[in-house]
């Protein structure tokens, strides 16, 4: 545990510079608007240890596939959401002497992201013998415009000289990313123009062997100054403006660089991209800068009239909650249907921002309670625009139907672990489970019937297809999977995976009913395979230990050396750093939920007592080595009343990057995980639910808070939940009257109670 | 199937120059004596395709591992024999025309490799309008005196016009592998000089970052010729010594190159490298060219006069057995306990040349019965010497004792698949198993107390601790490993794995009965760890199945959907080039001998039925893509009296690389797997058995064949069996008298008879 920043309830502050861990300040300190994001490097250059990194959504490279061994059907690319050009270099010259955080003398340091704004602020006053100045520098992200960023100076002098000052601000080309294969840069320059006071550049990715598109983007950078724009000469991979003046004593000067960025996503050809850059660069050279800023404000007052969760009596515990929400949200705001959640969204190479299952597995369910529905719809609809490199994932395998992959940008899988591109194949679940859990949640059947069957009955092709008959044990069997637990690889007859392809087909069969004739007919679907289907679900193998009343991880699980985790010595932990990978994968050690991360999908199909020897058979077992693993538990606990399981687990997913727990930050943030600490308060400890048209809830209140309180959406109505030592209020702030379950008793919410 | 040689008893003889297959004609004419040897490519500069290789016994660079996703204990580098400086090559020149076969017009081509003296020789005629010139050129790596490399060339002029020659030696350390990251050199030139006719390099491998020994190794040229030497320039990276000569019509010459290899391995600094290389360039100055052949054909006859394996009625069947056994010799006849049996030996860069359980599991067989003893004890005393990086293995595992690596040079693993660096453990079985056939053959237990012991119980010690309690089942299991058959990975208790540990923790305690005190006291057993040995000795689990009756292959095996190979489709063999990893693991096919490879290693302690209950259920799944699987069927069906299946095995092992069957000998040749054919005719059709001290006999005649016999060498006698139309005859050409049991019967062989 690392606290690098003080405990706000609204705001990512401190008052130290603190060079040993810049890399870890400046992912704390990423802002984003779903279209583009940055870390929290700083404008200038920094000739101490930083990590600058700014990302935009859905640009990327197919870098080569590199393995020690290649195994038949690996992918040929892994994918990796580039470094952008950099556009929002700014250097600074006082007195001719360069700014450099890293060596010039400062005082009165301050970095601070407001969380209500998504405005990042750094102030400090250089302060050498001759010289006194201070500086405020303010950016953002637009969310209400997303082609801007927008950075500000203020400086004043604070000295008794005058002091000269020159800003030079850039679009540089010039990029790679840390974890390129030798350095190489991804950026080729089309064209470029520059006047004083402005310019542009328009690059594209370079070629690659593997037919992906190349990506164009073009950058345009304008400025408001009272400083003096004065000729400066270009370099054959940036545009550079330059700007000059003098301070009096006690003098200030405005300095404002606004860059617009459009990409070939949205524009069909050069022409009409440039257009479209320099419509929206006229477009905000025409709002003052305050105006953007309110904007600004706006649209994220919206967010958190929606979002907001309250917690009282712990400061810590508010902080992390809506440090989480907010950068969820930086990441994904769901505008874009092409787009999805990257582990590390806008704030690190790692994962190459690529989409994995922890969006519909860990994100919808947040998403259906805090955004629009819209934003949910479109989550499932980037799958279904998939389906052909679903189909090709499987046919890759010489499967039928479609595998979704494990690590993808466009369908095709990119991951080239055999035991996790060929064997995780639960992932596909989860992606038809999604489809279910929006249904239920919104209860509109109308996504469902259009698009997801078409999902539905894709992903229930590949399960039978890939189940094979057990002559000997008379029933269909999974062979050779990796489970959620990737602990253990190429097992049998994961419980969690067979469940999830038994609960499929039986969904798609039931979806079936409900659709139209012509989509029955266009799907194709044949007597025959529906009634292959039924003996699937009638005879799918689902291990089970009547003896311990407990559902069984895999074949052979049982006949491991069961010990606790406890008894694993601390200097051991995580295991994952610490033992041999062959050590690891024979041991009972789970990564992370796995059969109960099948009893939290259908937490209300199972009994208490079922969940409850489940839950005290493999939470001992469990090292939560994944950061997707503590919110399931959380859950689960508190369904158990559990009470302070559920906080422990609580605890640890809600300040894991704010606290640095797993000692990886300095990569980026764990956006994916971060719904996790939601879900634990929401599903957890006020024990959310809705099964049928039921929305229910179960609260209680931890020890250490004084009271919570959070907002949803559900159906069209904003409801706000308060957990006091009082009790429990239910508000209805928006729609219609609705009756809900509290505890056991059912309440009718007409709106003002 | 593709035969590109002709059928000949006692060469490998061709007279096309197949340009289309000329890594395949190189492949198949390699030569070798154990401590270097070389691909049949040409002396002269070839234009078109032609792979280059010599290589030095020992002699190898540590290439740093990629993988695409780390694992805890990974080893930092791959080893691999690497090509060494070149010291073949011999340009001509025929009237200031470059000899090129690749465009030099030539007829009554003949390339032929004579298995009985180990010599290569190449002959053409230069065929233009203005020049006829024969060419016969020799070369041979000397059995007699290793260190020498020769080759010779007689040049006749047939036409009309005399021709001026002109013949470039040279020694040229700018080599590199085909397998090299990035076509990186090897060889750092530390010193070199020449004569007019004479000329030595002494080059280095270059720094690894690995800490494993930099080799240096100095070669030195002498000619023989009537042609006239003339001087010439050498450059930074060789030595050349030119000579030219005009030849009237009808008028020949001779040119003999004579090159010394000694390496670091031999001495202690480079002052003594070069004066032993001098020396020994001195020696085979002083003898002729007659001289040093007929050394060669002398120490070729002895072994052959040993080992040769005599077929009537099916000359194919002889030139691959005879083929078999020159290439294996031409590898490693046991000089140099340093060294040991690359699965290429010196014809490819495949497998880096290093040392798997091959080995073991199918070469000291035929080296107990072919070569002295002393060359089987030197393979084992190999073992005993790298104990030390077995231990290294087994800490990197966090386990106790001794790990022998899947692939080493220096006892160190090298190899990075987690599901065989980690898994594939049962290779330590077959290095116990080794000591005990290896002493049950020669029926001298001194190497078995002295040395073999150290291994058994390092071995014992890590099986003890890599085996787990299952409480709930009440035995002993060892989870997470790969055996034999490679197309399943990461099984629980592969019956294989298990009978071995099991077995060798048995063998280990008998053999410490045998040893001295002090002994016992050096090994520190302890009489808990005797116990302890004991109690997983009678609590081993074993899987069986009681209603088939047969051992079952791991756990889960019997639940697979159990198709016989005939059941797929042909155009998908063999299966590891069309599918998917995770369906050939998933599916039931077996690569290579699993179950059957432990009953073929106590063939003598399992009964009739148990055998071929077994057979019958295992042959029918077994695809034999390993070239280690179709020898032990061809044992075991001999031993069933399934006659036909015998011999369907052993014609997959006998001329695997003369036909070309798995379609990959252009990378070199499957030496390791040579043993099979010898071990298919010897314990296959002649039955060959030792149990207790008692060596058996149990022959049949393949219907196709009219006779065969072979010799093999037991407890200081030489024995030959003759098996024909009228039955068998064994005849004691050497030793002591032997009763020796024939079928039923025991005869005693007296000599002479």
């Known amino acids: 545990m690392q606290r690098t920043f003080e405990i706000d309830p609204w705001k990512i502050v401190t008052h130290k510079l603190d060079k040993a861990n810049k890399r870890l300040q400046e992912s704390m300190t990423s802002i984003g608007n779903g279209y583009m994001g940055m870390r929290g490097m700083f404008e200038e250059d920094y000739s101490a240890d930083t990590h600058s990194g700014i990302y935009i959504g859905g640009v990327w490279f197919p870098d080569k596939t590199v393995v020690g061994w290649w195994k038949n059907g690996y992918p040929k690319y892994f994918g990796k959401v580039i470094n952008a050009v950099n556009f929002d270099k700014v250097n600074v010259w006082l007195n001719d002497q360069k700014l450099d955080l890293a060596t010039t003398p400062i005082k009165d340091f301050e970095l601070s992201l407001d969380m209500k704004t998504g405005i990042l602020t750094r102030q400090f006053t250089v302060d050498n013998q001759e010289t006194q100045v201070r500086f405020t520098i303010q950016r953002f992200v637009s969310v209400a415009q997303k082609q801007l960023f927008d950075v500000s100076y203020q400086v004043e002098n604070l000295g008794s000289q005058p002091v000269t000052i020159r800003i030079v601000s850039e679009i540089n080309a010039d990029v790679s990313n840390e974890d390129a294969n030798y350095d190489e840069k991804f950026w080729n320059v089309k064209t470029k123009a520059q006047t004083t006071d402005s310019g542009y550049l328009i690059a594209e990715t370079k070629p690659n062997d593997f037919g992906t598109p190349q990506f164009t983007v073009g950058t345009?950078?304008?400025?408001?100054?009272?400083?003096?724009?004065v000729q400066t000469a270009e370099t054959e991979k940036n545009v550079v403006n330059t700007f000059e003046g003098t301070l009096a004593n006690q003098e200030s000067s405005q300095f404002?660089?606004?860059?617009?960025?459009?990409?070939?996503?949205?524009?069909?050809d050069d022409a009409t991209l440039k257009a479209g850059m320099e419509v929206l660069s006229q477009k905000v050279a025409a709002q003052t800068h305050q105006q953007l800023v309110t904007e600004q404000s706006v649209e994220w007052a919206k967010r958190w009239a929606k979002a907001d969760v309250q917690i009282s009596g712990d400061d810590a515990a508010q902080q992390g909650i809506r440090f989480n929400l907010f950068q969820l949200f930086s990441t994904f705001y769901g505008e874009d249907k092409r787009l999805n959640i990257g582990p590390k969204g806008f704030t690190g190479e790692k994962y190459g921002g690529a989409t994995y299952w922890d969006t519909e597995g860990f994100a919808l369910p947040l998403y259906l309670s805090l955004a629009d529905q819209k934003v949910s719809e479109n989550l499932l609809e980037y799958r279904h625009n998939q389906l052909a490199g679903a189909f090709h994932n499987a046919r890759e395998q010489g499967l039928k139907g479609a595998l979704y992959p494990m690590v993808t940008f466009n369908g095709i899988e990119n991951h080239n672990e055999w035991e996790i591109t060929f064997e995780?194949?639960?992932?596909?679940?989860?992606?038809?489970?999604?489809?279910?859990?929006?249904?239920?949640?919104?209860?509109?059947?109308?996504?469902?019937?259009?698009?997801?069957?078409?999902v539905l009955t894709a992903i229930s092709r590949f399960w039978a297809d890939r189940v094979h008959w057990s002559k000997r044990k008379g029933v269909y069997m999974i062979h050779g999977v990796t489970g959620p637990n990737e602990y253990e690889n190429n097992v049998n007859n994961n419980w969690y995976t067979n469940l999830l392809a038994q609960w499929t087909l039986k969904y798609t069969l039931e979806s079936l009913k409900k659709v139209s004739d012509k989509k029955i007919a266009d799907l194709a679907i044949s007597k025959e395979e529906e009634a292959q289907w039924q003996d699937i679900i009638h005879k799918m193998y689902l291990p089970e230990d009547k003896k311990l009343g407990i559902f069984v991880q895999n074949d052979c699980?049982?006949?491991?050396?069961?010990?606790?985790?406890?008894?694993?010595?601390?200097?051991?932990?995580?295991?994952?750093?610490?033992?041999?990978w062959d050590k690891i994968l024979r041991s009972p050690y789970i990564k992370q939920a796995d059969v109960l991360q099948g009893i939290w999908y259908f937490i209300d199909k199972f009994p208490e007592d079922v969940k409850k020897r489940n839950f005290d058979f493999y939470e001992p077992l469990t090292v939560h080595e994944s950061s997707l693993s503590a919110c399931v538990h959380a859950i689960l606990a508190a369904d158990l009343r559990y009470e302070q399981k559920a906080v422990e687990m609580y605890e640890r997913t809600a300040r894991l990057d704010l606290d640095n727990y797993n000692?990886?930050?300095?990569?980026?943030?764990?956006i994916t995980s971060m719904t996790g600490s939601w879900l634990a308060i929401v599903q957890g400890f006020a024990g959310m639910r809705?099964?049928?048209?039921?929305?229910s809830f179960k609260p209680f209140l931890p020890k250490k808070w004084t009271a919570y309180q959070f907002r949803i959406n559900f159906r069209g109505r904003l409801i706000e939940v308060r957990v006091d030592t009082t009790g429990t209020k239910i508000n209805l702030l928006k729609g219609q009257p609705l009756k809900v379950q509290l505890n056991q008793e059912v309440v009718a919410l007409k709106g003002g109670d």
Not at 220 to 229: E, F, I, S, V
Not at 663 to 669: H, K, P, R
Not at 690 to 695: C, F, H, K, T, Y
């Open 663 to 670: 000692n990886d930050t300095v990569d980026g943030l764990h």
């Open 220 to 229: 345009q950078m304008t400025h408001q100054t009272d400083l003096k724009a």
């Open 690 to 695: 809705v099964s049928g048209d039921q929305l």
């Open 424 to 454: 995780e194949i639960h992932r596909n679940g989860t992606i038809a489970y999604a489809i279910y859990n929006y249904t239920r949640y919104t209860g509109d059947e109308t996504y469902l019937k259009t698009k997801g069957i078409d």
């Open 557 to 580: 699980f049982l006949d491991k050396d069961l010990q606790p985790v406890t008894s694993i010595p601390k200097d051991q932990l995580p295991i994952n750093q610490h033992w041999s």
């Open 256 to 268: 404002e660089k606004r860059v617009i960025v459009v990409t070939s996503r949205d524009y069909d």
